[in-house]
C-alpha cells in the first residue's frame, strides 16, 4: 500500500483486494475505471485500488482538438488522467509530479530542455530521421505515439534542442562521408557553376551559395546555421546501402 496527504486527509492505493477489503470490507472496486464517479474506488489498468477523487468535463478552449475525443477527466491521488480508451491510468507517483496536469515526467519540458545526452529512444528518433522517415513519423515509432497532433508537437519541440540536432548531425555527415560528399566536394560543384554554367541564374545563385558559406554575403544570420541538415530530407534505402558497403570496404582495408 502506499499513500499521499492532501489537506490532511489521507488518500490511499492499494496493491491487492485482500488488502483494501480490511480497511473497506463492503466495498467493491468496479474493473472499468472509465465508468467510475467521484467517491468510487476502481482498478487501476496497473492492477492496484484507488479511489477517484474528482470526475468533471474537459474545457480547454485552445487545444479544442486533443480532447474532442473524451469522455471528460478524472483525478485521483496519483494525477489526472482523460478518459478515453486509450488512456492508461497508473498508480505510479514518479511519473506525475503534479497530479492536477495530465502530462507525466516523461514529458516534463524542463527535462527536455536541460538534458545533455540523447536518451535512447531520442536516438532511435534521430535515426529515424536519417532515414528519411520525416520527424512525426519518426517520433510515433520512437516513442510508440499514437496520436498525430501530439507527435507533430513534440516532435517539434524535441528538434529545437542542441543534443537532437547534433546526433542527426552526426548521422547525416556519416552517411555524407561515406558517400564521398564533404564540403570541399560541395564547393567545387558550385564553383564549377558559378564559372562555368550557360544560365544566368544558375551563375547567381551558385555564387549566393558560395557568399554564405564563406561568410561574405553580407547577410545577417539570425538563427543557426544548419549546415547540411537545411535542405536534408533523409537518405534513400539505396543511399544508405551504399554508405555502409563503403564503410565495411574502408573498415577490411584498415
Known amino acids: 500500500m502506499d499513500y499521499r496527504t492532501i489537506k490532511s486527509k489521507k488518500h490511499c492505493v492499494y496493491d491487492s483486494i485482500e488488502e ?3 480497511e473497506n470490507p463492503n466495498i467493491m472496486p468496479l474493473s472499468n475505471w472509465r465508468k ?17 477523487l474528482k470526475r468533471g468535463a474537459i474545457k480547454h478552449p485552445n487545444d479544442r482538438p486533443n480532447y474532442s475525443y473524451a469522455d471528460g477527466y ?13 488512456t492508461f491510468m497508473d498508480t505510479d507517483f514518479s511519473q506525475h509530479k503534479n497530479r492536477y496536469t495530465f502530462s507525466k515526467t516523461i514529458g516534463n519540458k524542463k527535462n527536455i530542455n536541460t538534458r545533455k545526452n540523447p536518451t535512447n529512444k ?15 513519423k519518426s517520433y510515433m515509432d520512437a516513442f510508440d505515439e499514437g496520436d498525430l497532433t501530439k507527435a507533430k508537437k513534440k516532435a517539434v519541440i524535441l528538434l529545437k534542442q542542441e543534443r ?8 547525416v555527415l556519416d552517411v555524407a562521408k561515406a558517400m564521398g560528399l564533404d564540403h570541399e566536394y560541395v564547393l567545387q560543384k558550385l564553383m564549377h557553376l558559378a564559372d562555368f554554367s550557360d544560365d544566368d541564374n544558375i551563375v547567381l545563385q551558385s555564387a549566393k551559395e558560395l557568399g554564405k ?3 561574405t554575403s553580407g547577410a545577417t544570420v539570425k538563427s543557426r546555421e544548419m549546415g547540411v541538415l537545411g535542405v536534408f530530407q533523409g537518405f534513400s534505402p ?7 558497403r563503403k564503410l565495411l570496404d574502408d573498415a577490411k582495408v584498415e
Open 238 to 244: 539505396e543511399q544508405l546501402g551504399k554508405a555502409e
Open 74 to 86: 478524472l483525478r485521483t491521488v496519483v494525477g489526472s488522467f482523460i478518459i478515453n480508451k486509450k
Open 213 to 215: 558559406i564563406i561568410g
Open 164 to 171: 537532437i540536432m547534433k546526433e542527426v548531425e552526426k548521422g
Open 20 to 22: 483494501f477489503s480490511e
Open 122 to 136: 531520442e536516438r532511435i528518433f534521430t535515426t529515424s530521421i536519417v532515414a528519411g522517415h520525416g520527424a512525426v
Open 36 to 52: 467510475g464517479k467521484e467517491g468510487d474506488w476502481v482498478y487501476s489498468d496497473d492492477e492496484r485500488i484507488i479511489q477517484i
